[in-house]
């Protein structure tokens, strides 16, 4: 998120990027404090969540996308508003909010947003669990609907032990799904996901151990990389698959083929992202799971609580796939 710095030498601790590659990379830094530019908000912040994006992103495996050095990753944070620019309502400072401060910005002790990508926060909801659902719920949401999901339908859930995946589960079961499937790493992740609503476990591979292969009328894949072409087998005639993600890295080129393979069982294929939803729909959505989630409706899973300062080891510990739901970054 772009804005003005102060002139006076104010700084704050946050975490930039040396070098992309290894979690070693990353160090922490005083950066001079920002300041509101016109219709943002300055916010202190209390909880940043480390995302699957910030590893792809500070491992530098983005293709032809590049970042500078020194960049501050994270975009999403939780805290309380101390200042404003202009065009913003003093009503906002001192409200505790979810911010989106874009592609960067939001591993620091304060940070900017614009107002149209902020939403406040119940009085019952933890900084910490907002920062677990804030991206994550919208992303499940809209990508269920992406894949035209309804009532009485099968949805498997590829990846599901991030906060993507785990968000995806609760609502498809709470949306009357008739089987919710999930793949994961363990036994012990998939009792957790079986007690948010998944009905079926399965290894990383789609595999249970029985010789019956289940098929699904919707695969939401947060995972992509080279085994995604497998799934297409896990779709049942007039399937859909959505793409929401890509932490295993980019699908084969010639994943396309394994489509026109299974030509006469009409399946679909399509990515999602959130940007093609507009601001005002998101936000709603954004502000009514976090309703939900202060009446208890909706879990958000946190792994662990780390300070800002040992945000290179919450990164060791995504990439070593340690993490089920999310690391979240406190000061």
Do not use: C
């Not at 404090?33 to 209390?46: D, F, K, M, S, Y």
């Not at 620019?85 to 009503?91: A, N, R």
């Amino acid at each position: 998120m772009a804005s003005a710095t102060r002139k006076d030498g104010i700084t704050v601790r946050a975490i930039a990027i040396r070098t992309y590659g290894d979690p070693s990379g990353m160090e922490v830094v005083d950066v001079a404090e920002p300041v509101a530019g016109p219709g943002q908000l300055l916010i202190e912040t209390e909880a940043v969540g480390v995302g699957g994006v910030d590893a792809v992103i500070r491992r530098g495996t983005l293709g032809s996308i590049g970042f500078a050095e020194g960049l501050i990753p994270g975009s999403e944070i939780a805290g309380r508003v101390i200042a404003i620019g202009d065009g913003v309502e003093s009503g906002w400072i001192g409200k505790r909010v979810w911010a989106f401060t874009g592609v960067g910005g939001a591993y620091a002790e304060r940070a900017v947003a614009r107002l149209s990508d902020v939403t406040a926060l119940p009085a019952a909801l933890s900084s910490t669990d907002a920062v677990a659902l804030g991206t994550a719920g919208p992303v499940a949401h809209f990508a269920l609907a992406h894949a035209r999901f309804a009532r009485g339908e099968s949805v498997l859930v590829r990846g599901a032990a991030g906060s993507i995946g785990i968000t995806a589960v609760q609502l498809a079961s709470a949306a009357g799904a008739s089987r919710v499937g999930v793949t994961t790493s363990s036994s012990e992740r998939g009792r957790q996901l079986m007690a948010l609503g998944a009905t079926a476990v399965y290894d990383r591979s789609g595999v249970d151990g029985s010789t019956a292969r289940a098929t699904f009328d919707v695969v939401l894949d947060v995972i992509g990389g080279a085994d995604l072409p497998g799934f297409f087998d896990r779709l049942s005639p007039n399937g859909r698959m959505v793409l929401v993600g890509v932490v295993g890295g980019y699908p084969p080129a010639d994943f396309g083929m394994s489509l026109m393979s299974a030509f006469q069982r009409s399946l679909s294929f399509a990515t999602f992202s959130l940007d093609t939803v507009s601001v005002p729909e998101r936000n709603r959505m954004r502000a009514d799971l976090f309703e939900g989630a202060a009446r208890g409706e909706l879990t958000a899973v946190v792994h662990d609580v780390l300070p800002l300062d040992e945000a290179a080891d919450a990164h060791r510990r995504m990439d070593a796939g340690e993490v089920f739901g999310r690391i979240v970054l406190t000061l």
